[in-house]
């Protein structure tokens, strides 16, 4: 029997656990420090991926909360962010930076709109919540309190996490200083459970996030000086957070969350997580949600992408360059598998993809007709048909060989060894227009013309001459295999050698398909010119 799909997993786990909930919650975060990422992205298309997998086979109405951090204070400058701008703030709430770009609020409102923006190019069905509203607001106000009650037993819980030295300063609460605005810095000196109060000096940032270690993927800042200031405030309407891995747990209690995923480096905060938030919901209340983690999303050289460096592909540059369905497929496969994100993998996502499209909604891998393109494309009656033997990566190495052309070019050279086509097909044409991208963006700034050696000549004349006859894809396929065994030069690099004659890359499509494609005649004529 063939596998489940995983969010049917997922959902049958928060089923099992929640189901007598009238409305599942589920919950994703977002630390606006610096832009969202393509990590960020994908951690709400899986929870709706969730949700859709509930409703499905639980017949449960959900709520996916995307949740901005964004009164969090501002550690670092990202690299890629204005310096001159930000860094007079750091220390401050991000929902009070002013927005360096001048076209929002404030510096968070900046980058939560981008994270907006960019989920509902996709239609996700979300409802944002923003930190700094739901604690000035006094949404968080009764889990605040229990926190105060349950204040020893809080620390009791992080201070066997945090270097020695910090432990005996540690508070779960982080006052706005009253003069100089900064969260990062403020000491707690004292508390009233009784009015809810703590007193607290402003003496400076030693470089940690607000809580007891920096969150996520940030790295901690240099340390900076406090105003100095001494008084009391409240813990309620915004005037005090909590410590991040506290507010975790305050935000699954306050909004009911019923399900969350997150990196695996959190794993062990989520475990604190959950502690703290059964101990402030009481025997009675609630256990904190279902957890999954995933893998992490690396850059070309295997390091996490972040925000605070501006490291990875990003969902732009993806998007300018190939359909979002291969993002989102991309995205959806192995969510416990670590991604390595180069220009690479959007080809090769691009045409699976594609092949999902040939094949059709019939080729399920959960047994009940169900498939990946179900999950990235679920309105069916709007997805393209894809009628052509014809992969992203064969028209990325035709418009390579021939220039970036104009879409007719490319169907002409399409239609002339794949039948008829219609005067107008929205699916191919929009391929190739993406495929031009790809090639003006990622190849041809890279494109080294490579000269061959006395061997590989007499090779690329000998397959020449065997184009000089029409032939079928698999036989040009076979005689370049056999001409590299029989010259005993590895096929690997032979075929190396041909797409770097034919498209200036290392590798491409298959080799006969990508011939008839570009025309016989045509590759024999390239294949002259580099062995002359």
């Known amino acids: 029997m063939a596998k489940t799909l995983w969010p049917y997993e997922e959902a049958g786990r928060v089923l099992r656990s929640c189901g007598e909930a009238g409305r599942i919650v589920l919950e994703t975060g977002y630390g606006p420090s610096g832009a969202p990422h393509i990590g960020t992205f994908a951690?709400?298309?899986?929870?709706?991926?969730?949700?859709?997998?509930?409703?499905?086979?639980?017949?449960?109405?959900?709520?996916?909360?995307?949740?901005?951090?964004?009164?969090?204070?501002?550690?670092?400058?990202?690299?890629?962010?204005?310096?001159?701008?930000?860094?007079?703030?750091?220390?401050?709430?991000?929902?009070s930076v002013p927005d360096p770009f001048g076209c929002h609020a404030s510096y968070a409102a900046h980058n939560n709109a981008r994270l907006r923006e960019m989920l509902d190019r996709f239609g996700f069905l979300y409802t944002f919540k923003s930190s700094t509203e739901q604690y000035a607001g006094g949404h968080f106000d009764e889990g605040?309190?229990?926190?105060?009650?349950?204040?020893?037993?809080?620390?009791?819980?992080?201070?066997?996490?945090?270097?020695?030295?910090?432990?005996?300063?540690?508070?779960?609460?982080?006052?706005?200083?009253?003069?100089?605005?900064?969260?990062?810095?403020?000491?707690?000196?004292?508390?009233?459970?009784?009015?809810?109060?703590?007193?607290?000096?402003?003496?400076?940032?030693?470089?940690?996030?607000?809580?007891?270690?920096?969150?996520?993927?940030?790295?901690?800042?240099?340390?900076?000086?406090g105003c100095g200031h001494r008084a009391e405030t409240s813990i309620l309407g915004g005037r005090a957070k909590v410590g991040w891995k506290v507010d975790w747990a305050l935000r699954w209690f306050s909004l009911g969350v019923h399900y969350e995923m997150y990196g695996k480096d959190l794993i062990e905060s989520a475990a604190l997580s959950t502690r703290i938030c059964r101990l402030i919901a009481g025997k009675d209340g609630p256990r904190g949600p279902v957890q999954s983690f995933y893998e992490m999303f690396l850059d070309e050289e295997g390091r996490k992408i972040s925000?605070?460096?501006?490291?990875?592909?990003?969902?732009?540059?993806?998007?300018?360059?190939?359909?979002?369905?291969?993002?989102?497929?991309?995205?959806?496969?192995?969510?416990?598998?670590?991604?390595?994100?180069?220009?690479?993998?959007?080809?090769?996502?691009?045409?699976?993809?594609?092949?999902?499209?040939?094949?059709?909604?019939?080729?399920?891998?959960?047994?009940?007709?169900?498939?990946?393109?179900?999950?990235?494309?679920?309105?069916?009656?709007?997805?393209?048909?894809?009628?052509?033997?014809?992969?992203?990566?064969?028209?990325?190495?035709?418009?390579?060989?021939?220039?970036?052309?104009?879409?007719?070019?490319?169907?002409?050279?399409?239609?002339?060894?794949?039948?008829?086509?219609?005067?107008s097909d929205a699916a191919l044409e929009a391929l190739a227009a993406y495929a031009a991208a790809y090639v003006r963006e990622q190849v041809l700034p890279r494109r080294v013309e490579r000269s061959l050696t006395a061997a590989e000549a007499a090779l690329a004349r000998e397959l020449a001459a065997f184009l000089d006859r029409d032939r079928e894809p698999e036989e040009i396929q076979t005689r370049a295999f056999d001409l590299a065994r029989r010259a005993g030069v590895d096929p690997k690099e032979f075929f190396r050698m041909l797409y770097n004659v034919l498209t200036g890359q290392d590798s491409g499509p298959r080799l006969g398909s990508f011939v008839k494609l570009m025309g016989q005649g045509k590759v024999a004529e390239r294949l002259r010119a580099a062995a002359a």
């Open 144 to 225: 605040l309190a229990r926190i105060m009650r349950r204040y020893e037993e809080v620390r009791e819980i992080i201070l066997p996490t945090i270097r020695e030295e910090k432990r005996a300063a540690w508070s779960p609460f982080f006052p706005v200083c009253e003069r100089c605005g900064r969260i990062n810095g403020t000491r707690v000196t004292g508390r009233d459970p009784e009015r809810l109060t703590v007193s607290y000096v402003c003496e400076g940032d030693q470089g940690g996030a607000v809580g007891d270690e920096p969150a996520g993927d940030e790295e901690a800042a240099p340390g900076r000086s």
């Open 43 to 95: 951690e709400v298309a899986r929870t709706s991926w969730v949700g859709s997998a509930l409703e499905e086979i639980g017949g449960k109405p959900w709520t996916l909360i995307a949740f901005s951090d964004d009164m969090d204070g501002l550690r670092k400058v990202p690299l890629n962010m204005p310096r001159e701008a930000l860094e007079p703030h750091l220390g401050k709430p991000l929902s």
């Open 307 to 423: 925000k605070s460096v501006g490291r990875g592909l990003t969902v732009d540059s993806w998007l300018a360059s190939a359909p979002k369905e291969s993002l989102l497929l991309f995205i959806f496969k192995d969510p416990r598998k670590a991604k390595k994100l180069s220009w690479d993998v959007v080809v090769r996502s691009t045409d699976e993809y594609l092949q999902l499209l040939q094949r059709g909604a019939g080729a399920a891998g959960d047994g009940t007709g169900r498939t990946e393109l179900d999950f990235i494309q679920p309105d069916r009656g709007r997805r393209p048909r894809y009628d052509y033997a014809v992969s992203y990566s064969m028209l990325i190495g035709l418009i390579t060989a021939i220039g970036v052309p104009s879409p007719q070019v490319v169907k002409d050279y399409v239609h002339q060894d794949r039948g008829a086509l219609p005067e």
